[in-house]
């Protein structure tokens, strides 16, 4: 069985620039979840999502950040304009349902320059 | 954000020791887990638990979900190189759904 897809794996923008993120999550799963991961830190939640509906979007810094996940399938996850401070690990993560374990994609590399 | 005080924050080891890790929180969490992440990789679960005093095995780990729910603990026996990794403790809370709050990592390189 595939696992969490996330695409670019790597990215390196410059200041100001927007990015996107891609992920697709595992068949069936439909919880959804946006991390982030600074360098030496933890993965924090960014927004969760229950099929196409965001139903935690706390965390999220809305004035730059915005995602979808039209279809309740994939999602994207984007950033206009991208900050020095956005330079992280963006991870994906699904799982069946809500509070069943969640399985981690590989994660989008950001540099931001 | 909150983060769970995971300690200690690296290990270098020798090929064979046995290995123990941490976490503590101010607050009660319902569920502990435990993950390993390697470079270029998410995370990876490696234990669950879901009820205090429980004490789990997968192989040569041995995770306990402390007494108090403030704390879990972690213990690889009889490391090999393949251990080496990043290992997260994470909670969850009832009161935030499936939100997982992470430690900051163990890093463990474990010398052959």
């Known amino acids: 069985e595939a696992g969490v897809v996330q695409s670019p794996r790597y990215k390196i923008i410059e200041k100001k620039q927007p990015v996107a993120f891609w992920c697709n999550p595992i068949?069936?799963?439909?919880?959804l979840y946006w991390y982030r991961q600074n360098l030496g830190q933890g993965p924090e939640l960014l927004i969760r999502?229950?099929?196409?509906?965001?139903?935690?979007d706390s965390q999220l810094p809305k004035d730059r950040f915005s995602a979808e996940r039209l279809k309740g399938v994939d999602s994207t996850l984007k950033i206009q304009p991208a900050e020095l401070g956005d330079s992280a690990v963006y991870l994906c993560?699904?799982?069946?349902?809500?509070?069943?374990?969640?399985?981690f994609g590989p994660g989008t590399r950001l540099l931001v320059l | 954000g909150q983060q769970l005080n995971q300690s200690p924050q690296s290990m270098f080891i020798q090929e064979g020791e046995d290995v123990s890790m941490n976490c503590t929180s101010s607050?009660?969490?319902?569920?502990w887990l435990w993950y390993k992440q390697e470079p270029g990789e998410g995370p990876v679960l490696l234990i669950a638990?879901?009820?205090?005093?429980e004490l789990t095995s997968n192989g040569r780990l041995t995770a306990q979900f402390g007494i108090t729910r403030k704390d879990s603990f972690l213990n690889i026996s009889a490391s090999i190189p393949s251990d080496v990794g990043i290992y997260f403790c994470?909670?969850?809370?009832?009161?935030?759904?499936?939100?997982?709050?992470f430690g900051e990592g163990t890093q463990l390189t474990v010398n052959p």
């Open positions: 993560a699904s799982s069946l349902e809500m509070r069943e374990t969640q399985y």
């Open positions: 068949s069936g799963h439909n919880t």
């Open positions: 999502y229950e099929n196409e509906e965001a139903v935690d």
């Open positions: 607050s009660i969490f319902n569920t």
């Open positions: 638990l879901y009820k205090a005093g």
């Open positions: 994470a909670g969850q809370k009832e009161t935030s759904g499936s939100r997982l709050t």
